[in-house]
């Protein structure tokens, strides 16, 4: 049986269990690093990062060998010895693609420097007016209070103006909602959540099925409907779910000099939160 990840996220020895079982020692493929997308992004920032809730995600690794300021943090021990090893090799011992990765994305490896810290990362931040905090699956699925704590923490960290990414996997409908009224409520601005929270109030409220998939609403493939009555009733539903779209684009457009505003007034910390279906 495949291991997953603790039901309880205090349980410090399952992380380390589970965490053991995901560590990979072979090099991969730089473009299957996903946290490595947000690179130009915090290099243009400052790169000064953050990455609570590490894991054995390579790519904190591969930021300080772009130059970057990285400090990663996590509650399991295994996860930050086994960040610190990784962080002593070559990058193309990690990523065995490493120059043409570099090339292809014009980033040019430059040593930075690499920083491991167990540390609990719902209570303080650690020292640094961090330019970005890239936090990868080690949100969404911690209580609304613990959330709100973790976002409270993330908003500490960052410089005035710093952005914060929360790289999210299978979170739909009230999750949504409840992991960015965290966000909101520690002072982040998150540009179109506006939209966004309008359109899925109108879908929700249809009481159609659906799931959102690359931001749209897709109907699945559950029991919902009568076997013999589904293609009919999806293509009724379909339509309702699609009757939204307009005047949902028409507020994401109408939302964006907003978001421009706040992007340049120099203080407003951003969450850009990022919704993957897998
Ligand atoms: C699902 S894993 C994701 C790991 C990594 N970010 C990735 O994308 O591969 C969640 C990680 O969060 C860590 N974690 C959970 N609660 C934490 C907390 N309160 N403070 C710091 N790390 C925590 C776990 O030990 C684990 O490494």
Redesign the pocket.
């Known amino acids: 049986m495949p291991p997953h990840?603790p039901e309880d996220?205090?349980d410090?020895d399952a992380?380390d269990r589970y965490?053991r079982s995901?560590a990979r020692g072979a090099p991969r493929s730089a473009d299957d690093i996903?946290?490595l997308r947000f690179a130009p992004m915090v290099l243009r920032e400052g790169g000064r990062l953050w990455?609570?809730?590490?894991?054995?995600?390579p790519g904190p690794a591969l930021y300080a060998a772009l130059g970057c300021r990285v400090t990663v943090?996590?509650?399991?021990p295994f996860?930050i010895g086994w960040q610190t090893a990784l962080a002593a090799k070559p990058a193309a011992r990690i990523a065995r693609d490493w120059k043409a990765f570099t090339d292809a994305n014009q980033l040019v490896p430059t040593r930075g420097s690499f920083v491991a810290r167990r540390?609990?990362?719902?209570r303080d931040p650690p020292d640094g007016g961090f330019d970005v905090v890239i936090?990868?699956?080690?949100f969404s699925?911690?209580p609304p209070d613990v959330q709100r704590r973790?976002a409270r923490s993330f908003e500490r960290g960052l410089r005035p103006a710093g952005h914060l990414i929360i790289?999210t996997l299978n979170v739909q409908g009230d999750e949504r909602t409840i992991l960015e009224d965290s966000l909101l409520e520690a002072g982040f601005f998150i540009p179109g959540q506006e939209a966004e929270r309008w359109y899925r109030d109108q879908l929700a409220a249809t009481g159609i099925a659906h799931v959102m998939v690359l931001g749209r609403p897709l109907i699945p493939r559950w029991d919902q409907y009568p076997p013999d009555e589904f293609a009919a009733c999806e293509r009724r539903d379909k339509a309702i779910l699609a009757s939204f779209r307009a005047a949902y684009e028409a507020r994401v457009d109408a939302a964006v000099p907003e978001a421009k505003r706040r992007l340049a007034d120099g203080v407003t910390k951003i969450a850009h939160v990022l919704y993957a279906t897998g």
């Open positions: 990840p996220w205090n410090v992380w965490l995901q996903e946290s990455v609570p809730g590490c894991g054995v995600d943090t996590d509650i399991s996860a540390q609990d990362f719902t936090n990868c699956r080690a699925q911690l973790a790289d």
